[in-house]
């Protein structure tokens, strides 16, 4: 089962809407075939190892991290050709959640075929966690990711961001945006620091841009319009309101950007109306790389499911006065520590490069 998990690890940020799956045969205690799920609409993790073999695996045992699907999609139910196969025992790891595509165990033991259901459906589960939101809600997985000092800053009070956290650092974070779909953050962070928002790990690909701008005041020449061809095209996301200027949009659109034109909430976009459409374009799971007011947005209205800290052993100073720099979340903050929003860390601080790795997520009660 690890190694079905290492092979659909393979696919990372490339199948979505779809889970990442890995599928491996084994017969007379030797792998025969091993295969995973690459992109959407191309063959599943279970008809992909079974092509190696022309179908067939009479007596073999099939892994799989998740419930064969039992559904006609972009492809055929991986359960009829998992039965169809001769496999005598199949193992999954985690069941499908999904009521319209799970069956595909049942199917299996109606064939009478041996069906194991749970080995280490943990691990399984935390393979496909955005996935799993996404079918849960139909919304991506929220990760907030922010490079902080040992003070909570993300910048001094003249704006200089560049760089508070290492080079490691700043390498995981493009393997963050190599592993999901979209990337977003505020019109204020275009602004200030005019990010590209691109993947630049050796063989990975770009994800989508996302930029939430209420009144649609990207700068006409900012990084993150650049238009890029081939491999390393990503599409460029304004999610506006409708008191956005008509001229401005038109501009933005004639700069390669699709223009969303989303409900608002005081004045601003409506981040769950954002993250609806964001689902239904296919997108399971989102970087929200800033700034300080977008986070608190998040967190504020319970739609950050995991925090990622990179806190580097400085400090800025300055306080709350005029000198001081912007923290990670703003926001107008709780008045009691009962209404603040709770999260769990969910492994041990961990080293990298000069910095300090601190992950939580939002607890199911918070």
Same mark, same amino acid.
């Given at each position: ?109 109606r064939a009478g075929i041996d069906v194991v259901k749970g080995v280490l459906a943990a ?46 650092? #700043?390498? %995981?974070?493009? &393997? $963050?945006?190599? *592993? !999901?779909?979209?990337?977003? +953050?505020?019109?204020?962070? =275009? ?76 004045? #601003?976009? %409506?981040?769950? &109306? $954002?993250?609806? *459409? !964001?689902?239904?374009?296919? +997108?399971?799971?989102?970087? =929200? ?18 925090l990622r800290l990179y806190v580097a052993p400085i400090v800025i100073g300055g306080g ?47």
């Amino acid at each position: 089962m690890r190694r079905c998990l290492e092979l659909a690890a393979k696919a990372e940020g490339r199948t979505a809407p779809n889970p990442i799956v890995g599928c491996v045969i084994i017969r007379d205690g030797e792998v025969i075939a091993e295969g995973w799920h690459e992109r959407a609409g191309s063959p599943h993790a279970e008809a992909s190892a079974l092509l190696t073999l022309g179908g067939r695996a009479e007596g073999a045992t099939l892994y799989v991290n998740l419930e064969p699907c039992d559904h006609q999609g972009r492809t055929p139910p991986c359960s009829r050709a998992v039965a169809a196969s001769g496999v005598s025992r199949v193992v999954i790891g985690l069941m499908d959640p999904l009521p319209e595509h799970t069956g595909g165990a049942a199917r299996l033991r109606r064939a009478g075929i041996d069906v194991v259901k749970g080995v280490l459906a943990a691990e399984c589960a935390e393979a496909n966690r955005p996935w799993l939101t996404y079918a849960r809600t139909g919304r991506p997985y929220v990760l907030c990711k922010a490079g902080v000092s040992l003070d909570g800053k993300i910048a001094t009070h003249r704006g200089e961001s560049r760089w508070i956290t290492s080079v490691p650092s #700043r390498a %995981e974070v493009h &393997a $963050l945006r190599n *592993r !999901l779909d979209a990337v977003l +953050v505020g019109v204020g962070t =275009v602004r200030a620091d005019d990010p590209e928002l691109t993947c630049r790990l050796t063989g990975g690909r770009n994800p989508m841009r996302v930029v939430v701008d209420s009144y649609a005041r990207t700068p006409l020449d900012a990084a993150v319009l650049r238009r890029r061809r081939g491999a390393g095209a990503a599409r460029v996301v304004i999610a506006c309101t409708a008191a956005a200027p008509a001229a401005r949009i038109k501009r933005l659109e004639a700069k390669g950007a699709e223009v969303w034109v989303l409900p608002h909430a005081r004045k #601003r976009v %409506e981040l769950d &109306a $954002l993250l609806g *459409r !964001l689902g239904r374009e296919g +997108v399971i799971g989102l970087l =929200v790389e800033g700034g300080a007011e977008i986070h608190a947005s998040f967190v504020q209205h319970r739609l950050a499911d995991e925090l990622r800290l990179y806190v580097a052993p400085i400090v800025i100073g300055g306080g709350n006065g005029p000198t001081a720099g912007p923290p990670w979340s703003a926001g107008t903050g709780v008045a009691r520590l009962t209404s603040a929003v709770r999260y769990q860390f969910a492994e041990a601080p961990r080293r990298l490069g000069d910095d300090v790795v601190l992950v939580a997520r939002r607890r199911e009660d918070a």
